[in-house]
């Protein structure tokens, strides 16, 4: 079964800047498994943030940006904004099936 | 602007069925993939499965295979999921993806005695 693994959980400041990361238990995470990132705030149906890799969509803010990085996807968020707190997860396809990872909770402190 | 709204979510009790219906607006429904994905209360999300615009393929996660089916009707610009033999464990807020980019508001659904 494939696990897609993600922080539980950061802490970042204000203004600050943090990496949430994105590992496959099959192997690096290369462009072929199209990450995508998501951010849900509580109560919220989830927001899309990030696809294949490293494209932003329309509503998109310029502070968050994906990559790959050291065998895993990055979501990098710059400049954090009291407003970015939530759960961001990443989702991986691996050959007509997608996974999504556990999720990370961002708290901006 | 682009609109999806799930319907068809509610009680249901342990080995019963219910249809998730999904009824898109603002776009060409027939040029996109679509998808349901679920989250139990409390936990992270959970992909179940997607179906090519035309139709033409389906893919499904594991648990669900064999018990859900997904399809759509581009003339009704509509997807559906028919949810059979249902378990407490199928209890969650069930959305409607297009393309991973806009998602619906859930609809949740309860299976319980």
């Known amino acids: 079964q494939t696990v897609v693994t993600q922080e539980p959980s950061l802490t970042v400041s204000p203004g600050g800047t943090v990496t949430l990361t994105c590992a496959s238990s099959?192997?690096?995470?290369?462009?072929?498994?199209?990450p995508n990132w998501f951010q849900q705030k509580p109560g919220q149906a989830p927001r899309a943030l990030i696809y294949s890799t490293n494209n932003k969509h329309s509503w998109t803010p310029a502070r968050f940006s994906g990559s790959l990085l050291g065998g895993k996807a990055a979501l990098t968020l710059s400049a954090v904004q009291p407003e970015d707190e939530a759960e961001y997860y990443c989702?991986?396809?691996?050959?007509?099936?997608?996974?999504f990872g556990g999720g990370t909770k961002l708290t901006v402190l | 602007e682009v609109q999806l709204v799930e319907s068809g979510g509610g009680l249901v009790q342990p080995g019963g069925s219910l249809r998730l219906s999904c009824a898109a607006s603002g776009f060409t429904f027939s040029n996109y993939w679509m998808s349901w994905v679920r989250q139990a209360p409390g936990k992270g999300l959970e992909w179940l499965a997607n179906?090519?615009?035309?139709?033409?393929?389906?893919y499904y996660v594991d648990s669900v295979k064999g018990r859900f089916t997904i399809s759509k009707d581009n003339t009704k610009n509509s997807m559906y999921l028919q949810m059979n033999g249902l378990r407490a464990e199928d209890t969650a807020v069930y959305y409607c993806?297009?393309?991973?980019?806009?998602w619906g508001q859930g609809a949740l659904v309860t299976v319980s005695s």
């Open positions: 099959t192997g690096a995470v290369t462009s072929g498994y199209y």
């Open positions: 989702l991986l396809l691996y050959g007509g099936i997608w996974v």
């Open positions: 179906i090519k615009e035309d139709e033409g393929e389906k």
């Open positions: 993806v297009r393309n991973f980019d806009y």
